[in-house]
């Protein structure tokens, strides 16, 4: 009997680890990859190469297109592991609606000067000087069945382990 299919959903500010994790616990899960950035708007990403943090309202239409592709994923019984800041609680249930019962949530969770050394130290459209918006916006989730809460820090193999170790999981 083949498991259903599943949603992991690795949420944090930039530079918390996000992407580095979704793809290498997508890979040992044999899973599909979404990347959340991919999924931006070139107006956005347009406004944040200029150093101005996205509004809510700059986020509903990017949430929406990761929720569809989730959802097609889904519809095809492809589990997937997203990358996705998904900072507010409100942003998460955009990004889950539908599908919330197979949905689960990785926060990985960095300091505010880490996450901008690792900014910063990265060629992407967001600049470092954007990481304490992220942070101002962060609505952290509390740690529940649905939600695991993890240093950042960790080495991705632990991370990775620890997710993979989670109840439901392969």
């Given at each position: 009997?083949?498991?259903?299919?599943?949603?992991?959903?690795?949420?944090?500010?930039?530079g918390?680890?996000?992407?580095?994790?979704?793809?290498?616990?997508?890979?040992?899960?044999?899973?599909?990859?979404?990347?959340g950035?991919?999924?931006?708007?070139e107006a956005?990403?347009?406004?944040?190469?200029?150093?101005m943090?996205?509004?809510?309202?700059?986020?509903?239409?990017?949430?929406?297109?990761?929720?569809?592709?989730?959802?097609?994923?889904?519809?095809?019984?492809?589990?997937?592991v997203?990358?996705?800041?998904a900072?507010?609680?409100?942003y998460?249930?955009?990004?889950?609606?539908?599908?919330?019962?197979?949905?689960?949530?990785?926060?990985?969770?960095?300091?505010?000067?880490e996450?901008?050394?690792?900014?910063?130290?990265?060629?992407?459209?967001?600049?470092?000087?954007?990481v304490?918006?992220?942070?101002?916006?962060?609505e952290?989730?509390?740690?529940?069945e649905?939600?695991?809460?993890?240093?950042?820090?960790?080495p991705?193999?632990?991370?990775?382990?620890?997710?993979?170790?989670?109840?439901?999981l392969?």
């Open positions: 009997m083949t498991a259903p299919a599943r949603v992991v959903v690795v949420m944090g500010v930039a918390a680890g996000k992407s580095t994790l979704g793809a290498a616990l997508s890979a040992s899960l044999g899973w599909v990859f979404i990347e950035d991919d999924f931006h708007s956005n990403r347009a406004k944040m190469r200029a150093g943090p996205l509004t809510d309202e700059d986020r509903w239409g990017w949430l929406d297109a990761l929720n569809g592709a989730c959802a097609a994923a889904l519809s095809d019984g492809r589990s997937i997203v990358a996705c800041s900072l507010r609680a409100a998460r249930r955009r990004l889950v609606r539908g599908f919330e019962d197979c949905a689960r949530l990785v926060h990985l969770v960095v300091g505010e000067q996450a901008a050394r690792r900014v910063a130290g990265r060629s992407h459209f967001m600049p470092a000087s954007l304490p918006s992220q942070f101002a916006a962060l952290s989730p509390s740690a529940d649905r939600t695991l809460i993890v240093e950042g820090t960790l991705v193999r632990e991370v990775e382990a620890l997710v993979r170790a989670w109840p439901g392969p």
